[in-house]
């Protein structure tokens, strides 16, 4: 296998899952997680890890909040785990992602209607928001707004789930993501004081015209623009074969990039991926 071939094996899973999860599809999600952990199950670098498990756990809280179906439970369980660890061992680039995580498995595992759970909820999701801000990754400052909106939602919060679904915009806008912003305008309309987001438009240009994904997954759904150091190659992300060990190095050596509309188109040794096929 070529290390084109590899990189391709792990990048168009992880674009889609990328997709998948901001776009707010985890019953699409979970047949490519299976794959991936089929495919693509070594271990091929840290900041892989770090994204999957934010991908990962987002799905499973996801899954286990509409079906509470006990496997997605041990899933979120059993990654949030793993972040935790990975977070105190490997390094403090990963916080931001495991408050998120951190924030979703206090809302889908604690008291529903309970003060003091709400409370505790609310406050991890708003340290989640702060740090995933402070650090400049304001596509994850938007994911965790859009998130922590949804649950206000269900809680008939409306004040404040418009609140922080208008700030979810606002980041988004940022990022330069204008199609995840005309999402939340079509799905959430009556939660987004769409006036504030239009001045915030005016006097807030996006960070780059160049949307800041992370380097593994700056691909469009079909088509991935490959660098290897002066050498460019542009590779169809549709035909992918078995991943070589030699993709392990790809997340540190592979730049690509997604140009948004310019006409160009993780997880530790010990978690227990066994549970998406186990019978209930």
């Known amino acids: 296998k070529t290390l084109e071939t590899a990189f391709v094996l792990l990048a168009g899973y992880l674009a889609r899952i990328l997709l998948a999860t901001y776009f707010q599809r985890f019953d699409a999600m979970l047949p490519l ?18 994204a999957r498990f934010l991908y990962v756990g987002l799905m499973a809280a996801s899954l286990y909040r509409d079906t509470k179906r006990s496997k997605f439970k041990r899933l979120l369980k059993t990654t949030y785990k793993n972040s935790k660890s ?14 998120i995580i951190r924030a979703e498995y206090i809302a889908a595992t604690s008291k ?15 340290d989640a928001i702060f740090v995933s801000s402070e650090v400049g990754h304001v596509h994850e400052a938007g994911l965790a707004c859009e998130r922590f909106a949804n649950y206000l939602i269900l809680l008939k919060m409306d004040a404040d789930a418009t609140k922080y679904m208008t700030q979810a915009c606002t980041y988004y806008h940022r990022w330069g993501a204008t ?23 005016k ?22 623009q490959l660098h290897f150091g002066t050498d460019v190659q542009s590779v169809m992300v549709g035909s992918v074969g078995r991943k070589q060990s030699t993709a392990r190095s790809l997340t540190h050596t592979v730049e690509a990039r997604y140009t948004r509309n310019k006409g160009t188109d993780e997880t530790s040794q010990d978690e227990d991926v066994s549970i998406l096929t186990d019978h209930e």
């Open 203 to 224: 006097i807030q240009e996006p960070l780059s015209d160049i949307a800041t994904l992370p380097p593994y997954l700056r691909a469009t759904t079909n088509r991935l």
């Open 112 to 126: 529903q209607g309970d003060k003091t759970s709400i409370d505790a909820v609310k406050a991890a999701f708003r």
């Open 179 to 201: 199609a995840k912003v005309d999402d939340l305008l079509q799905r959430h309309s009556r939660y987004i004081d769409q006036a504030q987001v239009g001045r915030l438009i």
């Open 86 to 99: 990975a977070w105190t061992t490997r390094g403090e680039c990963h916080k931001n992602r495991h408050l």
């Open 33 to 50: 997680f299976e794959r991936l952990n089929k495919d693509a199950s070594d271990d091929p670098g840290y900041y892989y890890q770090s």
